[in-house]
């Protein structure tokens, strides 16, 4: 005879682990003055090239270009005007679609390959994961020549679907590693919880290990999307006029001839923002779930 409220016996007793798996961060020490000083520090230096470009974009050219710049100069939102009349728009929606579609297929192959090698570890699991890792022995230059003549024999060239199947392979390795360090972190109790109450794999990813493993999954969506939404190389090899992304934008404003340097940091700090949003949008589950061990 089995029972009828397994459902929400399940989730009691995943809310009670987490709880307890967790709440030895609430009483966790402060930071002593120094070190929060220290922090600051840290922090503002990181930060200083990025206002200093997102200054220097609301600067004319001439004052851009000035030696020692000049940090007072009157502020203007020309160069905005100026690149808004370019029409970044498809290649921003090019990058978009590259990295979301790239992202959501690394996470379908990563979250699956992560638990077949940490909670229900297959044979000798270790060489899979040195495998998974040697694949990022390789440098990409190396690999650009037979990529791109593949990519042209079968005719992809200028498609952003190539970027979609180039920007997966290469993520896939990174979010395999880092999501079997988040799913070696769910309490064994709840798997077994739920395969006494029958759930099958399909529901015990999606309703057991997806909830207790979000932040890590927030943090590798986000670590894959910022990957490649930066990627450059095959970007610029691979695409022409229709697939172009962002970063090959960016180039387009560097000239051996006249200043660009404050229309350059207007582009950077535009193409920039989708990223920062997404990230401001997700700190709390990407510092939570960084700090489960996915970094060691």
């Not at 390789?138 to 190539?162: E, F, H, Q, S």
């Not at 950077?268 to 990407?286: C, E, M, N, R």
């Amino acid at each position: 005879m089995t029972a009828t409220t397994t459902p929400a016996a399940s989730e009691t007793l995943m809310q009670k682990l987490i709880r307890r798996r967790h709440g030895d961060d609430e009483q966790a020490p402060r930071l002593s003055p120094l070190w929060t000083f220290v922090a600051w520090l840290a922090t503002l230096a990181f930060f200083a090239p990025v206002a200093w470009m997102v200054l220097t974009s609301f600067h004319q050219e001439s004052d851009a270009a000035t030696n020692p710049p000049s940090l007072f100069a009157p502020l203007t939102f020309h160069q905005y005007a100026l690149l808004l009349g370019r029409d970044i728009t498809p290649y921003l929606l090019n990058s978009a679609m590259a990295s979301v579609f790239s992202t959501l297929l690394v996470l379908v192959l990563a979250v699956p390959a992560a638990y077949a090698l940490s909670i229900k570890p297959v044979e000798k699991w270790t060489d899979v994961m040195f495998f998974f890792l040697s694949t990022k022995f390789l440098p990409l230059i190396a690999a650009l020549l037979p990529v791109y003549v593949i990519v042209k024999d079968v005719g992809m060239l200028d498609n952003v679907w190539t970027l979609i199947v180039l920007y997966t392979s290469m993520n896939l390795p990174i979010a395999a590693w880092m999501m079997r360090s988040f799913l070696a972190e769910v309490p064994k109790e709840i798997l077994e919880a739920a395969e006494v109450d029958g759930a099958g794999l399909p529901t015990v990813l999606l309703r057991i290990v997806a909830p207790v493993a979000m932040p890590g999954l927030a943090a590798t969506s986000l670590i894959c999307f910022i990957f490649s939404w930066n990627e450059f190389m095959f970007a610029v090899n691979l695409t022409a006029t229709r697939a172009s992304t962002a970063p090959v934008f960016l180039v387009g404003f560097i000239t051996n001839e006249g200043l660009f340097l404050a229309r350059l940091c207007a582009a950077a700090t535009l193409v920039s923002l989708p990223v920062l949003i997404a990230g401001f949008a997700a700190q709390d589950k990407l510092v939570r779930g960084l700090s489960l061990g996915a970094v060691k």
